[in-house]
């Protein structure tokens, strides 16, 4: 087993901790690994130079379910998992181009913030969206997308 520690600079804008000293951050980590360079191991544990922030993939803050029963919580969960499931697949389906690579902050900025009006003429419900949203032209085609999949059955 090796301890490989480095002293490194924190990202700007990083705050610092009790530990950190002289404006530098001490990072760790053990392996067992043998035969390979040290900034290939760094590289594997996360810990290597240049390494920005990671994205925040959603639902992975659940130390505090909501409800006081294990069934209910469970039926949550459930539901949780449907709509992440939702937001991974609903670009991957609907959306052209490089948009069906969004992450899904950037997703909920794009599609779910857009401003819009829902009408009722007609027996008809219409969707009025602003024309000058530079993705409208991805929300207006995600549904006739999504309704020429094919069918699953």
Not at 28 to 51: D, M, Q, S, V
Not at 59 to 70: I, Q
Not at 96 to 113: C, H
Not at 124 to 140: S, V
Request: aromatic content about 4%; hydrophobic content about 35%; some cysteine.
């Amino acid at each position: 087993m090796r301890l490989i520690a480095r002293e490194e600079r924190p990202h700007p804008g990083a705050q610092l901790r009790l530990t950190d000293t002289d404006g530098m951050r001490l990072t760790c980590f053990a392996t067992n690994t043998l035969g390979r360079p040290i900034a290939e191991l760094e590289l594997r544990h996360g810990c290597g130079p240049g390494r920005g922030p990671r994205p925040r993939r959603p639902g992975r803050r659940l130390r505090n379910l909501p409800l006081h029963r294990t069934a209910q919580n469970r039926t949550w969960l459930e539901i949780v998992q449907i709509a992440l499931d939702l937001l991974v697949w609903m670009p991957m389906l609907a959306l052209p181009g490089k948009a069906r690579l969004w992450e899904p902050r950037r997703l909920q900025l794009r599609q779910f913030t857009a401003a819009g009006q829902l009408v009722t003429t007609g027996r008809r419900r219409i969707l009025r969206q602003a024309r000058h949203w530079p993705w409208t032209g991805h929300i207006a085609t995600a549904p006739d997308r999504l309704t020429q999949l094919p069918d699953p059955g």
